[in-house]
């Protein structure tokens, strides 16, 4: 990680990324969630075992009641009800306590954090490792359960600011424009979530591939822009969109932590060029390739008629707390960033 250094001043930079406030979900404790079967009672580890759905309403402190399975075969008024997706009208309608779902984990039993999801509910909504949620079925249809839970969990509205930079100015030349966002889904009220992954390690390949393009004399137009809230929606790239000029294009980079097999990448808009330019630039540097979703800020761009590609090179511990910087390989930041300089370098001289 010591080969990666800051962009030196840059010759114009402007502070016109302000975002206006959107609302978030915020946790402002950590939620409970314990039942009480056979005379024992089990409490559960967020994160672990049960986590927040997006669409749940605010639950501040803990509310205890009898649990019953799905809404249509049992009085729900004032009760938790062990059911899906599907089962949150009826059990709105009938007056539930709130609603149990399931919910997979990561490949090191993570539940991840989101900060940005559906419309809420009316109810609390929480959701459980399936087979825990199996668990509580099965043991609800031998004997009563009572459910207890807490969900400090509400909306907020926040600011957000992009960061962007001119690094060289050719009149009339090819404009390029590198982005990743810096923004991560922040800590838990008492988990750290380091986002090293998503997208710190992004953000550094950025930088350094923006280092080296600068320090040459390259005949395109090259900005960089550090992006806010892609978390939220990527409200950061939809708010910095209408201020890129036209037939710019544009190179995002979301996780530079392990390259297993190849680096996906999504292209979008009139990006023919770019993909021309990328695939020389991963022949190259021996970065190998692929088509794959790439749901990030590229997306932006692309939907205003901007061709634009997305890249990634893997996020172990995605929006966990194992999310840590001890698990990017330096190996595959700098791949990224030789990828990314590669790239502007064959762009800059593809008529040459």
Known sequence: MGDIVAVPPVREARDRG??????????????????TADGRTRRLEHRREFVEHLASAE??????????AHPGTADVHGRWVLGDAGDWARAEEGGAAGVLTARGTDADGWMPKMIAGPGVRTVPVIALRPDLHRELGEALARTPVRLTASMPLRSVSVDGLNVYAHLNRSQGALRV?????????????????????DNASGVAAIL??????SAQTLPINLSVAFLDAEEAGARGSAHHVPAVPPHTL???????VKLHEAASVEAGGPAHALLAAL???GRETGVPLRAGAMASDNR???????????IGMGMPGYQTPAETPDR???ATLLAAARLVTATVWQLAHADS
């Open 18 to 35: 302000v975002l206006k406030a959107e609302p978030m979900f915020s946790r402002y404790g950590t939620p409970a969630l314990e039942w």
């Open 59 to 68: 639950l501040p402190h803990k509310q205890s009641a009898p649990l019953v």
């Open 177 to 197: 424009l590198l982005t990743a966002h810096y923004d991560g889904v922040g800590d838990d009220p008492q988990r750290r979530l380091p986002a090293a992954a």
């Open 208 to 213: 350094e591939a923006a280092r080296v393009l």
């Open 250 to 256: 544009v190179i995002n980079l979301d996780g530079a």
């Open 279 to 281: 695939d020389q630039a």
């Open 300 to 310: 932006r761009y692309a939907a205003a008629g901007l061709g634009a590609i997305g």
């Open 328 to 330: 990017v390989e330096a």
